[in-house]
């Protein structure tokens, strides 16, 4: 069955400093892999995704990931850390019969200055 | 080029009462999915929708349901509310279907609250 573990519920960080979250899926097949970023009362706003070739892929905002298929792992990272980047962060896994998504449960990310 | 659209914002309802929400897609996108987002359950997958017709369907009773018109705009409805279905609804259109690890943009989403 397919599934997205975040392990970390909550993160907190310094502003300046480097972020990383995590993010392991479970999927039968080749996944397509996404991370979202959530701000409060808003919807979801699209980081960065992988579909295949370069394993590091750079996104958004400064944000980048790297997917390693032998940890089933997809993990969100930002050399330095802004105030803004206070927000639920998602990451998903994309069903290959649709556009259906499985997603994590999220981590809140605080900056504190 | 628009967003995702989606109507209205906010929404209070009573239990036992039915509620429809609006998606409008971005324009020729073709495919339109719905997911409620809730503290405990987090972001669960409703329903797709593409070309008019029902893709796939995620783990819901009967009481939701959603329909696709021929511009692509799509409505969810649900018939007799209960408390637990005070949720964020969030809509999702890609321009395609098909596995193909298209990427989805959401809109803000519905509030709904059922007292």
């Known amino acids: 069955a397919q599934s997205v573990t975040q392990p970390d519920i909550h993160i907190t960080v310094s502003e300046g400093a480097s972020l990383e979250l995590r993010c392991n899926y479970s999927y039968g097949a080749t996944p397509y892999l996404f991370w979202y970023v959530q701000s409060p009362g808003q919807g979801l706003q699209l980081l960065l995704k992988y579909f295949s070739g370069d394993t590091l892929v750079q996104g958004i905002k400064g944000f980048e990931a790297e997917f390693k298929r032998s940890q089933s792992s997809f993990n969100l990272r930002k050399p330095s850390v802004h105030w803004s980047d206070a927000a639920e962060y998602f990451c998903a896994v994309g069903a290959n019969t649709g556009n259906q998504f499985y997603f994590g449960t999220g981590t809140s990310l605080t900056v504190i200055p | 080029k628009a967003g995702v659209t989606q109507t209205p914002r906010y929404l209070i309802k009573t239990r036992g009462q039915q509620v429809t929400l609006s998606c409008s897609p971005i324009s020729g996108h073709r495919s339109v999915s719905w997911y409620q987002q809730t503290p405990g359950q987090g972001l669960q997958f409703l329903f797709e929708?593409?070309?008019?017709?029902?893709?796939n369907k995620g783990n819901f009773p009967g009481r939701f349901s959603g329909r696709q018109f021929s511009n692509s705009r799509s409505e969810m409805n649900v018939s007799t509310l209960e408390l637990g279905d005070s949720a964020l609804y969030l809509c999702?259109?890609?321009?395609?279907?098909?596995?193909?690890?298209?990427?989805?943009?959401f809109g803000q989403g519905t509030r709904l609250t059922v007292v």
């Open positions: 929708y593409f070309s008019e017709t029902q893709r």
């Open positions: 999702a259109s890609s321009w395609t279907t098909g596995g193909t690890g298209t990427e989805a943009f």
